[in-house]
């Protein structure tokens, strides 16, 4: 029998009791696992187990799949109107705001963000992203095209049908809301595997979900691990898209096997190592925050943290100077302290890989400017890391570390550091900071990047399509374009006399 | 001050009150400089349910200052497209909650069935509003290529600003819900004169508005006479746009008063005559009970009513059979009777007018097949009346009747049918029943109305446009093609490059 879990939180910060059932979410029902195995979810705060879940098997997706296609077939798809889909997606809206304390509350314990950043921004912007996409289940348009008198010629943009999507643990509520948004919106069925680290809110959404009155099958979560389920669903033959939030190593992987198996659409939102270029003419003291914000939120692990920052040498000194001591201030502590600004990495394994990085900074003789440790004896903090003194070819210059380190670099020439920062595989997002609008707009449009950010950083709105270029990935979230992402295009052409 | 009237529901220990003055700033209030005030009456019983503070000129001036005041401070672009969203659902929320009562208020001073006025025009009307509360947050320009090295280009939808917004009594809250939706939904204020003989829930509704938690100044209600408070909307100079449904004489006034005043924008959804063909290959039974729809429905007083019918000669006689047995079985009655289809027409006004138009068509020689006859009760009742052997010169054929009284023609070829249903200044709607597709993509192509059915009629949808074409109006509701009459593009050219040599 799948099992409740039940968690009483009484903290600074808040208070107040979870329960709900931990079980796959198939049909319409909370059940065990195939195999009626669970997995551990790990409090990232202390290292212990907070409780267990059921983990979804190989013949589980099959399952999932089956009741996702019978949803589709008879009570979602084009079964449903758009006013329809609307109604269900904002009374879902409705009921994750009366429960966003709750959300909150849970995400922060199972993947170390303090609570406010939880409530602030991660639950908020959810809410706001399955509201904003309540708002375009009945305007999905197609078009009439002008051919001849004899002729009716028009598409029909339909729902592509059942979907698999995968997500990460750094945002889980929020990247959850990004997916179901537009899939459900655009009226397919939904095959959703959480990250094993971070199940919790997904699993308590199934409920609401359900409560909200989507007809079982519409959204199917299966809790389970990447090389089993996750490679399930990429490689299942009745899938017919997947969408995947991850690294680029696992986003290859992804689309190899859809490849392979039935051609299956992808959109991939993969890693980053996004520059924030801060010329001579920035507002110091604003670039100083902003760059924090930059690299530290969420702890580092955010795939558009701006990790490379790019410091002009007449303010070298001076931002170094203040943005030290900015990065000193930032509290790191419990995430249910009233004023905890970070809490810990989110397990034990991205903790030991933040730590490699940092030992190879050191290694490859960089200058550890601020912090490079551990932060406390329990759980998995790390220090606020400054990297100086840099050499391009360098691993933490290079490769994506998904913690809270930074690396600055000094640049003199203009031409060189859009070059610099042009020199990654990456592409998912870039900063400039000018007082300058023309050189500041400029840089921005010469920056090969999903997003450009022109005097801010990590700043994200529902209505603002984000994605990557090169090999951060393939497709774009948010805004009216990801619902291209879930859309399949038929064009009917009605001969209304033409003689054959 | 504040002014209350309570209306007794029939056949309940019910009242319903409603706050009687003029809605600006939130606040109802009494007029500045006039002691005037509208009756309102219930058509069913010819009673007097309610007075109304009867907005002047000057009301208009203030209501205009404080919808100014609003664009620029609270509203405009000083609101988010997130927070539009929110209190336009809000607002749809408010109305679902109190649908019965509004349902039940709407019946007293305009006298369609509660049900009817319950699940379709307040069901539509909150449907309406939450359709365009998802487009507030997704009002985009476009950025334009131009040169990628000197220039960015790109396009701003802008709320125009004040906007009038004059509506009739024929559906009063749906058509209240049709103009300060997508209004709302991009960011302008509104000044609202809703109709003079039915006001009470548009004054009902701006209780919701406050409630909602709109700012102060955004929607204000000012019942008024149409050349008192409708004339001065149009002519002010401090409006930028102004929307109208109405009659085609009173749209002509009001462009005319925008063209003189400052060429303020103007939308006008006006009259029609619209026709239905009924082609040989036809379902007649479903043509027939489409026919009773469009001629029935709303006892006629529809901008769309389906008023001209031509049938195809070799189905003519069973048509005619058919049709006069479907429409007999409309039951016109008191909207608070559970059995009633359509209720009275609005006022005696137009009680005389419809009869007017009876009259002349038996004095023209028409014949009547069904109805024509006065009933001897209270109550502005007039039961479905058909014509049969008219001509194109006739009175009830080429003008506006706006009640239950149909006008049958028929004509043997399809381009005979056509001539036939473009023959009129107007163009709303248009209907035709035909089984051969190529026919009605044919005949769909070119038939001169904003909407036209195929195979049904009058039935519309939030999301698809609605307007008319010739004299029947300008612009469209509904849709996203609504958002464009309340938008106004701004087109921004940002020089990232280019130094300029004088003289070049």
Known sequence: MASIFTHEFNTPIYKGKTSFNTGLYIDGKFVDGSDKTTIDVINPSTGKVITKVAEATVKDVDIAVAAAHKAFETTWGLNMGGAERSKLLSKLARLMEEHQQELAALEALDNGKTFNWAMDVDTTFAIDTIRYYAGWADKIHGQVQETDEKKLSYTRHEPIGVVGQIIPWNFPLLMMSWKLGPALATGNCIVMKPSEFTPLTAIRMCELIHQAGFPPGAVNLLTGYGNTVGAAISSHMKIDKVAFTGSTLVGRKIMEAAAKSNLKNITLELGGKSPNIIFNDADIDQAVNWAAHGIYWNHGQACSAGSRIFVQSGIYDEFLAKFTEKSRSLKVGDPFDLDSYQGPQVSKIQYDRVMEFIQSGKEQGATVHLGGDRNGTEGYYINPTIFTDTTPDMKIVQEEIFGPVGVVIKFEDEEDVIRQANDTVFGLASAVFSQNITRAITTAHRLKAGTAWVNCVNQLHANVPFGGFKQSGIGRELGEYALHNYTAVKSVQVNLGHIM | ?504
């Open chain 2, 1 to 504: 001050m504040v002014y209350t009237a309570k209306i007794p529901v029939p056949a309940s220990n019910k009242e319903i009150s409603v706050s009687t003055g003029l809605f600006i700033n939130n606040e109802f209030v009494s007029s500045v400089d006039s002691s005037e005030v509208i009756q309102c009456f219930n058509p069913a019983t010819e009673e007097v349910i309610a007075s109304v503070v009867a907005g002047s000129s000057k009301d208009i001036d203030v209501a205009v200052a404080a919808a100014r005041q609003a664009f620029k401070t609270t509203w405009g672009k000083n609101v988010t497209g997130w927070e539009r969203s929110r209190l336009i659902n809000k607002l749809a929320d408010l109305i679902e909650r109190d649908s019965q009562e509004l349902a039940e208020l709407e019946t007293l001073n305009n006298g369609k069935p509660v049900a009817v006025a319950r699940d379709f025009d307040i069901g539509d009307s909150i449907q309406c509003l939450r359709y365009y509360a998802g487009w507030a947050d997704k009002i985009t320009g476009q950025t334009i290529e131009v040169d990628n090295k000197n220039k960015m280009a790109f396009t701003r939808h802008e709320p125009i600003g004040v906007c009038g917004q004059i509506i009739p009594w024929n559906y009063p809250i749906n058509m209240w819900a049709w103009k300060v939706a997508p209004a709302l939904a991009v960011g302008c204020t509104i000044v609202m004169k809703p109709s003079e003989l039915t006001p009470l829930t548009a004054l009902k509704l701006s209780e919701l508005v406050v409630e909602a938690g709109f700012p102060p100044g955004v929607i204000n209600t000012v019942p008024s006479l149409g050349n008192v408070g409708g004339a001065a909307l149009s002519a002010h100079l401090d409006v930028d746009k102004i929307a109208f449904t109405g009659s085609t004489i009173t749209g002509r006034k009001i462009m005319e008063a925008a063209a003189k005043s400052n060429l303020k924008k103007v939308s006008l959804e006006l009259g029609g005559k619209s026709p239905q063909l009924i082609f040989e290959s036809a379902d007649l039974q479903q043509a027939a009970a489409w026919t009773a729809l469009g001629i029935c429905y709303n006892t006629g007083q529809d901008c769309t009513a389906g008023s001209r019918v031509y049938v195809q000669d070799s189905v003519y006689d069973k048509f005619i059979d058919v049709l006069v047995s479907t429409v007999k079985e409309t039951v016109i009655g008191n909207g608070f009777d559970k059995n009633t289809g359509g209720g009275p027409l609005v006022s005696k006004a137009q009680f005389d007018r419809v009869w007017g138009y009876i009259d002349a068509g038996k004095a023209e020689g028409a014949k009547v097949v069904l109805g024509g006859e006065r009933r001897n009760t209270k109550g502005y009742f007039v039961d479905p009346t058909i014509f049969t052997d008219i001509n194109s010169e006739m009175k009830i054929v080429k003008e506006e009747i706006f009640g239950p009284v149909l006008s049958i023609g028929r004509f043997k070829t399809e381009e005979e049918a056509i001539a036939l249903a473009n023959n009129t200044t107007y163009g709303l709607g248009a209907g035709l029943h035909s089984t051969d597709a190529s026919q009605c993509m044919r005949v769909s192509g070119l038939l001169e109305a904003g909407t036209v059915w195929v195979n049904q009629y009058n039935m519309l949808s939030n999301n698809v446009p609605f307007g008319g074409k010739k004299q029947s109006g300008i612009g469209r509701e509904l849709g996203s093609y609504a958002l464009e009459e309340y938008t106004s593009i701004k087109a921004v050219h940002w020089n990232i490059g280019e130094k300029l040599q004088w003289p070049l």
